[in-house]
Structures are given as C-alpha cells and as structure tokens.
C-alpha cells in the first residue's frame, strides 16, 4: 500500500498544474493539414483586419480550398473571404435559416473578429460533426504528443511546459545536420534573448555574451553535443529536416544522407526556410562535388544575409508570438532554464488534480492520444 501511495505521489508530483486533453493522433495530423492549407495563402489573408489564426480556423473543420475560399471538410460549405464573408449560394441552401447570421454576411464592411468566429462555427450544415464539436482550444498552442513526452520526460519531468519536449526534439535534429546548413545568426536576435534573459535572471549578461551563456545553460540539461547556433535555433522553435525524404521521415537520424538538401522547419506556422538563403558561419572541410553543386544551384547569386530565428516564424506562429494568454513558446524555454522546476508540494492538490492525473496516466498509455 505504502508503494502504491508514494508512486500516486510522484505521479501527481509530476503533473500539478497542468491541463489535459486528448484527441486522436489521425485527429492530430488532419487538423495540421489543415493549419498547412491556410497557412500557404496566410501572406494574403493576414492583411485582412478580422482575420484570425490559422491554427484557430481549422480548429472548426475548415480548409482553404482555393486563395480567398475556406471550405469544411465534411459538409463541404463554402465561405468566400474578401471585405465580407458570403456563403456560397449553393452551400447556403442546406445551412438551417436559423444559423444564416445575416449581419455577417450583409455587404457592409463590418466584420469583426468575433463576428468571424461565430461564422466558422454556426454556418455549417446541420448534420456535419464540426456543427457540434471543435479540436480542443489548446490545440492553437504548443503541444507535445506522448512519444515525444515519454522520450525527454528524464529530462524535464512530466509536469514541464510541452515546449520543453518540443524545443528538445528540436535540437536533437540538427545532431545530424551539416555544418554548412546552419544559418549564420542575426544580431537582431542577441538584444532580443539578452533582454528576455536579464529580466529572469536579474542579472546584467552582456549582448555579445548571451548566445553562449544560453548555450551553457540548455547544454546543463540536455545530452546532445550541440553548437551553439544549433541550440539557439531549437530554441527559436526550428528544427532540421531532409527536403527530398518523404513527409513523414524528414526529421533528421543517422541514416539521414549527408548529400542531400537540409531545410529549416516550423512544426506550428508550418515555415520552411532554406538555410542556402543566408550566411553560414562555416562550411565543410571537403565537401563532395555532389554537394558543392547543391548548394551552389540552390543559393544562386543574391546576396545573402544573416537568420533572425524570430522574426522567420510567420506572425501568427505560438512559438514566437503570444497566444492565448501564453507565452511565447521561446520564452517558456527560456524561463525554464532560468528558473529550472518548481515542485509543487503535495498538500496543495485538489481532488480535481487527482482525477487528471489518472487521466493523465491512461492517456500517456494510449498510442493514439495526444497530450496538450
């Protein structure tokens, strides 16, 4: 008995604080193929006032569908964005009258943001299951699926923010990157993290100091034998990926070809970025006249400047901006490693905590969930 209560307290231990929900992981990917579809056009669409998030639009089952038309992918109702929202005439005849939200869709400029919401949840059809139900709101943040929570779970403990998984998985990639595709690092960026890092620490670390005082400090709790700019970068929310392997296999491991392309990426503004556009602080003692070619086509003859990891995520992206009330998820790395973790002593659960955490416990068990 003694055993089973201190494990229930560890378990509990580990998880205060933290809020849970679970979706399928077929329910996970559909979802961010979604936030893929909006994203390509978002260049267009975020100069629209009323606007919202990508990753917030799909959460209602919608997609783009061609550059101004969001479309839900079961009951196929059509909504054309432009000065106003109109529902494709074809798809209004099978909305119910009572969910028509006419001021919306009059032709005067008065959409708002709120109005938009309302749009994406009231205007599809009456059998369609996004009419009833929505991907948990969290979803519009950063999350950490349980694979990738049980992997670095040593590491952090499980109670920690999912962008510490995340920024973890991050770094392990470029484990396997060549040099000569790591991007040389903005001086943009150094005022940035300096400012962000004082104001946790309380201390006065230099500008020319900070990338490797960080540097020091995630090398502290992590395995990986990372350079300094592969560390800033994971921070920063990128990780290294193989452009010519398939979807589902670019993240970076030992069997990665060395002679093949290497692409920069954000997993939550869906951003690539080719590391051939800026700078490198260094290249490979002999690359291979296969590599050579490569970068040479790839980089052409435009000047190259230097890579601001922030300021490359898209401006919607919760890695680098504030979403929900959260922060950035950079700067939850940040303060983590500052600060490191807080135990919360255990005479302060509730019985609400309790029933997460066995929540918690089966849900970690379970392949197919996806733990927020």
Known sequence: MEKRIAEASRLLEEIADVEHIFITEKERKAYEQRVVTITKQWWQLASISWMITPREIARYGWTLSDPTTLECTQCKVKLHL????????????????????????????SCTKSKFLVTLKETHKAACKWALSEIPPRFANIYAIPSIISQYSPLYGRSSPAALYCFSQNLDTFEY?????????????????????????????????????????????????ASRDSCLLAL??????????SQDSRVLSKRTNRESLFILRCDWCHRDVGAWNFQVNATSPSPSPKRTKLLTAAAGSAPRGEFDGLVQHRSFCPWAQHSQDELPAWKQVLKYLQQQ????PISSFTPELGFKAINFALACSAPSAVVL
């Open 341 to 344: 973790s807080n135990e919360t």
């Open 82 to 109: 432009g000065e106003t929202i109109q529902v494709d005439e074809n798809s209004k005849a099978h909305i119910p009258t009572s969910r028509i939200l006419t001021s919306i869709f009059s032709e005067v400029n």
């Open 177 to 225: 990157c060549p040099e000569d595709f790591i991007p040389a690092l903005s001086k943009t960026l150094a005022p940035v993290l300096c400012n962000e890092w004082n104001a946790l620490s309380k201390q006065n670390t230099e500008i020319h100091e900070i990338f490797t005082v960080i540097q020091q400090k995630i090398l502290e709790f992590t395995s990986v034998n």
């Open 236 to 245: 920063c929310g990128w990780k290294a990926c193989d452009m010519n392997a």
